[in-house]
């Protein structure tokens, strides 16, 4: 535990102000959104931010809605309202499961969109779904507004695209695929992280395959989904690509399993996330 | 319970040691050794501002090592022998400044070699943690100590009954296998805490404590002061299993505040908690003889228990684990050698079970195997050895109301064991009570009706509860009337400790005496005290190991999913013999306490170690049961005996749900061999039994 007497609180009531502020301060002021992993890194010592800049006061960002067909998700909406929000279970179902598999119901009540983003932890289970989703972040500075996908969002372990001076303010998920799935793979505790993640998108015949939890990044290799374009997909294709995801992955070792095991189970669960996705 | 009956727990009412103040104090941060195994050259804490006080070793020469059974802690530690070992001590006015000023202490650490493992910390050439260790064994307080002079085993318990090689000559088949455990968490919700105060030579502790009379007998021998010249001050704990037991943080929190010359608090964080006792790994071997019929001729228990850095209750932990490994069964020839060892982790104590976990996972999978081998059922094997009423334990003890038979039954009926037993597992267990021991308790009359003064300790497993309902029946008065404040040693009679699901047994009885006193007397106050008398020889395992016996079963039926290894839990049931129940909605919750700490220890709960260091101390990394990791379903039952005495029933069902999961397993020949049955290990074993078809 380190003492937090010394951390300057910055609490902005609006998003330009938000954003004011984060251009202002860049780097130098840490950005608080939920605190369910912030929280923990600080007291564990692991990080001891100066400054936090917190986004709780920001009623902008915790709005879930509909445009033109695409769903907007707040930055510091919660798991908890995009796993309850009515449109969302019926349109999104899949994203209402991802974000309803988190942890504990206390964990998704704080932890919010826009954080589990910018946080880029390996082992979270929104990154995979939102990438399979073909899912955007909008980051806005004062230099603009930009949107990227998750693949360019997160680069490496807790590391991302984000600039000093930009805000992570929403997630754009296009209209839902006509079938989506998320498998989690846990090894451990229901409340635990996955040991291996597959999120599964099949919409105008494209299949998208997410693997989450096993690398660096979300893990999606177009080539291999691409052996779907215009087949049927039955049991040995599902199998087939399958046995290439695990083949083509570095799995990363933790408490949850090793590497060898993540290949083993990622030929399984991907295999089942296919057939599932692909089933009439 | 308040007046209008909500509980306090539930009110934020209660009081716990985290919310002990004493006018003027200061708080306390605590200098943790970061390497396993280092000796201080030097310290600095010339940067401490002046409002700040420094304990450092030179602070402590007059004072004495202490421990429960070993007497090798030090107030500070000159050579740190885990990652956390407590080397200096800060006060300062706040938490935070404390916290602050505990990371400007330098310390000029020389590191020395280290072992982590229980089996290498026995080899020749292992880095030994204690070279003066036997020396202290003459000193040690509850039990014999049996040390290995120049080695790292700080007590060797043998049990010995019958002529082990004549009974595996006996055997017509043997089987052997070797079976781990890893290290636990008891992870409380409320961590380890206190305030600790000098007064005209006098200290007083405010602390949550299991052993409040062990607390105080140790402090007085690390402060050299008589021990009335201590008082204990127990508060109600926020949960403990084992970990608030003995001195932990106290002697040098004391040592601190009469330093300071002021009061001066604690309170450990979560990394801290994991730093601070865990529990035993263990490496358990196990050779178990029968003839072609099933009758067990003989077995061979080989157990080498981590008791971590610093012996704690590690003896007494080796030796429970020795015996109960022996199993609940009629066996003409046994030899156990159970070894407490020191190795470079954290120290390891008592825990739910007491060491029973480990050694009857290991001997009850190992009765499925030689059933196996057999072609019999192992329902039928256990049936045909279990121990009867009048039979002989191998410890030399006859056993008396004995009732193995009745939870084995129940617990294989709860699955439809005998219908099929594919996918289903059974586990029967006897583990012993702390003995000897003694209680007593004064019952005094008040002017809305009786408080009991007992040292007894309220750690959420329901002693309050137990008491005032037993009283309210004995003195015929409502259980609201029954007052039972929490222990202080210069008013509670004496008691040995909260442990080992003695309580309500031993208060119990006591209680009847003071009772019957009370009504003997002049109404107003009356004592009662029990003893139960025994212990076993450390070098044969004879003797009485338990006055009175825990005993219980446990069913499992899971299903696999053998691309993964995932196991889905379908049914687990517990079956906890109580001879008569007390409190029955007390005694329910212990038993689905227990079970869901099994089931942690079953699947998932472990600490890992690098090099010493604690990998996943968090509760984020490190797992513990949550309500959805619950078994579809998951039941139990409390099975009785009219006219019988009250058995505890605080721990029984935890050991043996680990075993009855494994065998569950192997019914599907999937053997694991090592906790915890992560779906990993459980797809080695899939692979295996692939590979021997």
């Known amino acids: 535990m380190t003492g937090h007497s010394a951390v300057e609180w910055l609490a902005p009531a609006s998003l330009d102000e938000a954003c004011a502020l984060r251009a202002e301060r860049g780097d130098e002021a840490t950005v608080l959104a939920g605190g369910s992993f912030l929280g923990i890194l600080m007291n564990q010592g692991f990080v001891q931010p100066s400054a936090l800049l917190s986004l709780g006061r920001v009623a902008e960002l915790g709005t879930i809605d509909v445009h033109d067909g695409e769903l907007r998700l707040g930055a510091m909406a919660t798991h908890r309202a995009v796993e309850r929000d009515a449109t969302v279970r019926r349109d999104w179902p899949v994203l209402a499961r991802g974000f309803g598999l988190v942890a504990s119901p206390r964990v998704r009540n704080q932890a919010t969109v826009g954080g589990v983003l910018a946080d880029a932890d390996y082992a979270s289970d929104p990154p995979a779904v939102l990438a399979a989703l073909d899912a955007r972040a909008v980051l806005r500075s004062p230099r603009g507004e930009r949107q990227v996908s998750i693949g360019e969002l997160i680069l490496g372990f807790y590391e991302t695209c984000i600039e000093p001076d930009e805000l992570l303010t929403e997630v754009r998920v296009p209209a839902a695929p006509d079938r989506a799935v998320y498998r989690k793979f846990r090894s451990r505790s229901t409340e635990d992280r996955p040991c291996v993640a597959v999120a599964a998108a099949l919409g105008d015949g494209a299949l998208r395959v997410v693997v989450g939890a096993c690398a660096e990044v979300p893990q999606h290799y177009p080539d291999i989904c691409a052996l779907a374009d215009g087949r049927t997909i039955d049991a040995a294709l599902a199998r087939e690509i399958a046995a290439r995801y695990a083949e083509r992955l570095r799995p990363l070792a933790d408490a949850r399993g090793s590497a060898e095991y993540r290949r083993r189970v990622v030929a399984v669960e991907v295999r089942r996330a296919v057939e599932e996705v692909s089933a009439a | ?693």
């Open chain 2, 1 to 693: 319970m308040s007046a209008i009956g909500i509980d306090p727990r539930v009110t934020g009412g209660q009081r716990y040691s985290v919310d002990a103040e004493r006018p003027g104090m200061l708080h306390a941060a605590f200098v943790r050794s970061p390497h396993p195994h280092a000796r201080v050259r030097s310290m600095d804490a010339s940067a401490l501002g002046d409002e700040c006080v420094a304990l450092l070793p030179d602070d402590v020469d007059d004072l004495h090592r202490y421990g429960c059974q070993v007497r090798d802690e030090h107030v500070l530690a000159r050579v740190a022998r885990h990652v956390g070992d407590i080397v200096a001590a800060v006060a300062a006015p706040t938490r935070e400044a404390a916290l602050a000023a505990a990371r400007q202490v330098e310390v000029d650490y020389e590191e020395l070699p280290a072992v982590y493992d229980p089996v290498d910390a026995v080899a020749p050439g292992a880095p030994l943690l204690h070279p003066q260790g036997a020396d202290s064994a003459g000193e040690a307080v509850s039990i014999g100590v049996r040390p290995l002079a120049g080695t790292n085993v700080c007590h060797r318990f043998r049990l010995v009954h019958g002529d082990i090689a004549a009974g595996f000559a006996e055997a017509d088949v043997v089987v052997q296998q070797a079976f781990r455990t890893p290290s636990a968490a008891h992870a409380p919700m409320e961590p380890h805490a206190a305030v600790a105060e000098w007064h005209d030579g006098r200290l007083t502790v405010w602390t949550g404590t299991q052993t409040p009379f062990n607390l105080r007998a140790d402090l007085a021998v690390a402060f050299g002061i008589d021990e009335e010249r201590v008082r204990i001050v127990g508060a109600p704990m926020g949960g403990s299993f084992g970990a608030k037991t003995f001195v932990r943080h106290e002697a040098p929190l004391a040592a601190l505040a009469r330093k300071a010359g002021r009061p001066v608090k604690v309170v450990l964080d979560r990394t801290e908690e994991f730093l601070t006792l865990n529990r035993h790994p263990s490496v358990i071997r196990v050779r178990l003889g029968a003839r072609r019929d099933g009758t067990l001729v003989a077995k061979e228990l080989d157990c080498w228990v981590d008791t971590g850095a610093y012996a704690d209750c590690g003896p007494g932990v080796a030796t429970k684990l020795g015996y109960a490994g022996v199993g609940p069964y009629r066996i003409p020839h046994v030899r156990v050698d159970s070894l407490a060892i020191y190795t470079n982790l954290p120290p390891n104590g008592a825990y739910r079970g007491y060491g029973a976990m480990q050694s009857i996972w290991a001997s009850e999978r190992t009765m499925d195997v030689l059933a196996d081998r057999l072609g019999m059922s192992p329902l039928e094997l256990r049936r045909a050895n279990l121990l009867r009423e009048g039979d002989v334990f191998a410890t030399g003890e006859v056993m008396h109301d004995v009732q193995f038979e009745r939870c084995l039954q129940a617990a294989a009926d709860a699955v439809g064991y005998e219908e099929d037993r594919r996918g289903k597992g059974l586990c029967v267990l006897l583990k012993g009570m702390q003995t000897p021991s003694r209680a007593a308790i004064a019952v005094e009359r008040t002017a809305v009706g009786y408080v009991i003064r007992t040292a007894a300790c309220e750690m959420g497993q329901g002693m309050r509860r137990s008491l005032q309902l037993m009283g309210a029946r004995m003195l015929a008065c409502e259980p609201g009337q029954v007052e039972v404040p929490p222990p202080d040693t210069d008013v509670s009679p004496f008691d040995t400790r909260t442990t080992s699901s003695r309580t309500t047994h031993m208060m119990g009885r006591a209680l009847e005496e003071a009772v019957r006193d009370l009504r003997s007397g002049d109404g107003e106050r009356g004592y009662g005290e029990v003893r139960n008398e025994g212990g076993l020889d450390p070098d044969t395992g004879q003797g009485i190991a338990s006055t009175h016996w825990h005993q219980g079963a446990a069913a499992a039926h899971v299903a696999v999913d053998e691309e993964t290894g995932r196991l889905s839990i379908e049914h687990v049931h517990g079956v906890a013999y109580a001879g008569r129940v007390v409190n029955r909605e007390g005694a329910e919750l212990q038993n689905e306490g227990s079970m869901i700490m099994g089931l942690g220890t079953a699947l998932f709960e472990a600490i890992e170690f690098a090099d010493g260091q604690v990998a996943n101390a968090n509760l984020s990394d490190y797992n513990v049961p949550a309500i959805g990791d619950l078994p579809r379903r998951f039941t139990h039952e409390i099975v009785e005996r009219e006219g019988a005495e009250v058995h505890g029933l605080g721990e029984t069902v935890l050991p043996p749900v680990p075993a009855a999961i494994g065998n569950a397993l192997y019914s599907l020949g999937i053997a694991v061999h090592e906790l915890p049955i992560s779906p990993e290990r459980v797809l080695a074993a899939v692979d295996a039994r692939a590979a021997a078809a």
